[in-house]
C-alpha cells in the first residue's frame, strides 16, 4: 500500500499533540477541499488542525499502490476544475503539482470501424466531425466557444445569478435553457451527429442516476465544460503521480503554513458546550480535541446526521439534510495491464502509446439512446446490461505510476445502484461477474484487453461510502440536480458555508458549488471562517 502522509502519524504521540492545546479551528477530513481549508486559515494566522480517518490524505483524491508496482488515482481521476486563483495562491506548482496536458483530449470508438477524436486542436476536429457531419464540422467551434465564454462570463454560479437581473429577454432565455433543459435537447439543437451528441453528453451523465432526457442534465454539462488546465478552458489533465499529488501539493502548503495533519484520527462526534455553540471534537479513540470552530469535510449527511448529536439542530434543517439526494450510479474500476488496448477501428497492433490512448476512451456510448438504455437499466434496478464507460490510461503520459512497458487504467462505470435488485455487491460472485460484464464490452472495441489484466481495484457505490465517505457513494457529496444549486446548496438558507450550530461550518463539495475536484468550497468557507473572527483571506 502506498501510503505518504504529512505530519504527525498515526500514533499515540501524533493524538497526544492533539490534545496539548486547545485549536483555533479543526478541520474534519482530508480531502483536498478540508486540506485548502486548512491552508487558507493558517496563512490567515490561525492554529489549524486536520483530522483524516484514513491513513492518508486526500479523500476522493488519492493515489494508493494496491497492485505492487502500479499506482491507482482510485477515485477522481482527472484534474480541470482546480480553481486557478488557488494553484497559485498556495504555489502548488512549487509544492509538487505538475500538470500533463492531454491531446487529444477524447476518443469515441465505433463498432461499424470508425471513430470520434476530438482535442484543443480546431483542424483535427474539423477533420474528425467531418468524418460524420460536415454542418457539425462548420459548426462545433463556434458552440464551443459559446459555451465557454457563457461559462466564464457567469462564473461562479451565485454571480450568474446575480447578473441574470440585468440580462435582456433573449440571454435570459438562452441562459435559463441552457440550465433546465435535458441535455439531449440541448445537443440535439446543436449537433446531427449521434457520435458527436454522445461523446458530449457523457459530461451530462458523469457521476449521476440521471439520463440525458433528464431536465436539468445540461448544468452537469456545464459544470464539466468550465474546467480549465493552464488558463486554456475545457482542458482537463492527468496530474504527475496522480490524483493524490494535488492533495499532496496542498497539504505541503498547508504544511508549510503551520496547519497541522493527523491520519488515521477519526472523529467520532462533535463536542457541544452548554452554550450550544462547537467546543471539539471526540475521536474514535476516545480523545477529545478543543476548538471553537470546526469545519467539516465530510458530506451534510455524515456531518449531520452522524457528528452532529441528536436535538442539537432545528428538525426542518435535520429534514432537508435527511431527505436530500445522495443517490450514486457510479462504479470505479483501476486496472494494472500488460499491454494497451489495441482498438481494432483504428486498425494498429503495436505496442507504443498512439493518440487514441492519450485522451478519455468513450466505450458504449456511440448515441445518446445508448445512454439512456443503460440509465433505465439502473432505474430497473440493475447494473447496466451495456454500461457507460469512460476508460483513461494516465501511464501513458506519466512513467512514474507503472512499471516500464505495463499500464494504469481507470474505468468510470455507470450505471450501477447502490443496491442492485439481482444481487449484492458485497457477493464476490456478483462483483466479479459484473467487472467481467464491463470487460467483455472493451473486448468488442479491442479484442484481448481482458486476458492483459493483470488485477483490479472495484469500488461500487457502497464501498465509495465506505472506504472513501461519500454518502450513497455520490461522487459530489450529493446530487447536482436543480434542487440542490446555488442558494439551495447544500439546503435552502444555508449556502454561506455556515451552519445552525454555531462555530460549525461546511467547506467540501455539498456546499456551493458543488463537486469535482475544484477546491473553491474550502477557499469559500474558509474566507467566511475568517471573517466571522475578523482575519482576512491571504
Not at 472493451?442 to 469500488?459: R, T, V
Request: hydrophobic residues 35%; contains cysteine.
Amino acid at each position: 500500500m502506498w501510503r505518504r502522509s504529512f505530519s504527525s502519524s498515526s500514533s499515540a504521540g501524533a493524538t497526544s499533540s492533539l490534545k496539548d492545546k486547545k485549536w483555533d479551528a479543526l478541520v474534519i477530513g482530508g480531502g483536498h477541499n478540508g486540506l485548502t481549508a486548512a491552508a487558507y486559515l493558517a496563512r490567515g494566522g490561525l492554529s489549524v488542525a486536520v483530522l483524516e480517518r484514513r491513513h492518508v490524505i486526500g479523500g476522493a483524491a488519492v493515489t494508493e499502490e494496491l497492485v505492487p508496482g502500479f499506482k491507482f488515482s482510485r477515485c477522481s481521476y482527472l484534474q480541470s476544475l482546480l480553481r486557478p486563483s488557488i494553484i497559485k495562491e498556495l504555489e502548488l506548482a512549487r509544492h509538487g503539482m505538475k500538470l500533463l496536458k492531454r491531446s487529444p483530449s477524447s476518443f469515441t470508438p465505433c463498432l461499424d470501424g470508425k471513430y470520434l477524436l476530438l482535442g484543443p486542436n480546431k483542424d483535427l476536429n474539423h477533420s474528425e466531425i467531418s468524418k460524420f457531419s460536415k454542418q457539425d464540422a462548420d459548426a462545433y467551434p463556434s458552440v464551443g466557444d459559446r459555451i465557454k465564454n457563457k461559462m466564464h462570463n457567469s462564473m461562479f454560479w451565485t454571480r450568474c445569478l446575480r447578473q441574470a437581473a440585468t440580462l435582456g429577454q433573449k440571454d435570459m432565455v438562452d441562459f435559463m435553457d441552457l440550465l433546465l433543459s435535458p441535455a439531449s435537447k440541448v445537443l440535439n439543437n446543436w449537433f446531427e451527429s449521434d457520435v458527436l451528441k454522445a461523446t458530449l453528453a457523457t459530461d451530462a451523465v458523469i457521476g449521476t442516476t440521471r439520463s440525458v432526457h433528464t431536465p436539468g442534465s445540461g448544468y452537469v454539462l456545464l459544470h464539466h465544460v468550465m474546467g480549465e488546465t493552464d488558463g486554456e478552458r475545457g482542458i482537463w489533465s492527468y496530474v504527475e503521480g496522480g490524483m493524490g499529488s494535488v492533495s499532496l501539493a496542498i497539504g505541503n502548503a498547508a504544511k508549510e503554513a503551520g496547519a497541522h495533519i493527523v491520519t488515521c484520527a477519526e472523529v467520532q462526534q462533535l463536542l457541544i458546550n452548554d452554550s450550544g455553540t462547537v467546543n471539539g471534537v471526540l475521536l474514535a479513540d476516545g480523545s477529545q480535541v478543543h476548538t471553537s470552530m470546526v469545519l467539516s469535510n465530510a458530506t451534510p449527511y455524515k456531518t449531520f446526521k452522524e457528528l452532529v448529536p441528536d436535538n442539537v439542530l432545528p428538525d426542518d434543517f435535520i429534514n432537508a439534510i435527511k431527505y436530500s439526494d445522495y443517490s450514486s450510479g457510479t462504479t470505479k474500476i483501476n486496472l494494472a495491464v500488460d499491454k494497451l488496448p489495441q482498438f481494432k477501428c483504428c486498425k494498429l497492433s503495436h505496442p507504443d502509446a498512439s493518440p487514441q490512448h492519450v485522451g478519455t476512451i468513450h466505450i458504449g456510448s456511440e448515441s445518446m439512446e445508448e445512454i439512456h438504455s443503460a440509465c433505465q437499466d439502473a432505474v430497473n434496478g440493475l447494473p447496466s446490461q451495456r454500461p457507460v464507460i469512460e476508460m483513461t490510461i494516465p501511464s501513458v503520459l506519466d512513467n512514474t505510476i507503472s512499471p516500464p512497458g505495463k499500464h494504469v487504467i481507470n474505468l468510470f462505470i455507470q450505471y450501477t445502484p447502490y443496491s442492485p435488485s439481482d444481487g449484492h455487491w458485497g457477493d464476490p460472485v456478483y462483483r466479479e461477474s459484473f467487472a467481467q460484464k464491463c470487460f467483455t464490452l472493451i473486448d468488442e472495441y479491442a479484442p484481448g484487453f481482458s486476458s492483459s489484466i493483470i488485477g483490479y481495484d472495484m469500488l461500487t457505490p457502497p464501498d465509495l461510502e465506505r472506504e472513501i465517505g461519500l454518502t450513497g457513494g455520490n461522487i459530489f457529496h450529493g446530487a447536482m440536480g436543480l434542487d440542490s444549486l446555488f442558494l439551495m446548496r447544500p439546503v435552502k438558507g444555508w449556502s454561506n458555508y455556515r451552519t445552525p450550530l454555531h462555530g460549525l461550518y461546511l467547506c467540501g463539495s455539498g456546499t456551493h458549488p458543488g463537486g469535482g475536484v475544484m477546491g473553491a468550497p474550502g477557499r469559500n468557507a474558509a474566507r467566511v471562517a475568517l471573517e466571522d473572527v475578523n482575519k482576512p483571506l491571504k
